[in-house]
């Protein structure tokens, strides 16, 4: 029988829609806006974060997960089945089997969640894959083989640090730190030390322009517009790359505890392994200038960022769902 599938990275701050065959279709931000008046979905993924920060008291955008893991289950729902629509587009005549990426320490309930809510959005059947996985597979770390592999897979909500080897996980975590919480680092270090008070799309815009993992000898500067906190009035001030670097120390070191602690519980066969072959970045948030350099710094493996890194997951679970049999053990499988 005839049955279309899709590969869904299910992320805090975008959500990517992978098609088998065709690539990658769907990059949209996990973002809905509803009336609440009626509880009606109004807009969902580009034009509702247009709305983010703009909108009247009738109208609330929001985003429906929250480190990585469904925060609100009708509004994830809403926004599954705006998605699966979109890419499949037209009329069908069979329901899609859609496979979901989801962090590694979720737990049974949070995937339950996950799940049903596929499900509910109009799937045939549901599959889940833990992200750590799917971005190895996008990364194309040959995860089969019995040597070890480091993936980081720093996302919007969560950063997920695993090694693995023959196809699973040997030790992973789960840190709830990500680009989101780069962001509002930006904004908590404007807000003291320049008295201004941006939104989380300026402090965003701040992170993409001009930021940086490390100090940059040639520094990066950009002119933004926020409130003033002491006379309310509109205010611009120049910002550079330093202030972004100082103002996201205290995340990095979360990371890069981290992944100290997974390195602390990897067996020395697969250390070893790791040393050789280096640590492989995934994720939107690896594409943080430096990010690599800080990191192989601060653990002394070498560090690598994979190509288009925050593409990793979405193309994994592509690969994952055209070779279903191959990955069985790495997927959590419900009809």
């Known amino acids: 029988m005839f049955t279309r599938r899709i590969g869904i990275d299910l992320g ?13 279709v769907l990059n949209e931000p996990s973002v809905v806006a509803i009336s ?10 580009d034009e509702a974060k247009e709305m983010i920060g703009r909108t009247p008291d009738t109208i609330v955008a929001s985003r429906p997960l929250k480190d990585g893991v469904i925060a609100d289950y009708r509004t994830t729902e809403a926004m599954l089945r705006y998605f699966i629509n979109k890419a499949l587009g037209g009329v069908r005549f069979f329901r899609a089997e859609v496979m979901v990426a989801v962090p590694g320490g979720i737990t049974s309930t949070e995937r339950r ?3 049903d809510a596929t499900l509910a959005a109009g799937a045939r059947a549901a599959y889940i894959i833990k992200e750590p996985i799917a971005a190895a597979i996008g990364a ?40 989101n919480k780069f962001d509002y ?14 939104g989380e799309r300026t402090a965003e815009d701040i992170k993409i322009t001009i930021g940086s993992a490390l100090v940059m000898d040639d520094k990066l500067s950009t002119d933004i517009r926020g409130r003033d906190m002491i006379t ?43 040393m050789d072959k280096g640590m492989v970045l995934s994720g939107g948030s690896s594409l943080l200038r430096n ?34 049999e191959s990955y069985k053990r790495s997927i959590l499988a419900t009809r």
């Not at 609440?36 to 979905?41: E, F, G, P, S």
């Not at 680092?185 to 941006?198: D, N, P, S, T």
């Not at 910002?239 to 992944?259: C, H, K, P, R």
């Open 113 to 115: 969640a996950v799940i």
């Open 232 to 274: 309310g009035l509109p205010r611009t001030v120049t910002i550079v790359s330093d202030d972004v670097t100082e103002a996201i120390q205290n995340e990095l070191a979360g990371i890069i505890q981290a992944i100290k602690n997974v390195l602390q519980d990897t067996p020395p066969e697969l250390s070893a392994d790791v």
């Open 36 to 45: 609440l008046l009626d509880k009606k979905v109004l807009a969902v993924g």
């Open 140 to 179: 194309n770390i040959p995860i089969g083989s019995p040597s070890g592999h480091m993936i980081i897979d720093i996302g919007g909500g969560t950063s997920e640090i695993a090694v693995l080897s023959l196809g699973g996980i040997v030790v992973n975590t789960s840190v709830r730190i990500g680009g």
């Open 185 to 198: 680092a930006i904004q908590e270090h404007v807000r003291k030390k320049y008295g201004l008070a941006i």
């Open 291 to 324: 990010i690599d350099k800080l990191l192989a710094q601060a653990i002394g493996v070498p560090a690598y960022v994979a190509d288009e890194p925050e593409l990793c997951v979405a193309r994994g679970t592509g690969v994952a769902l055209d070779n279903l």
């Open 12 to 24: 805090t701050t975008y959500t990517l829609v992978h098609l088998p065959g065709r690539g990658i």
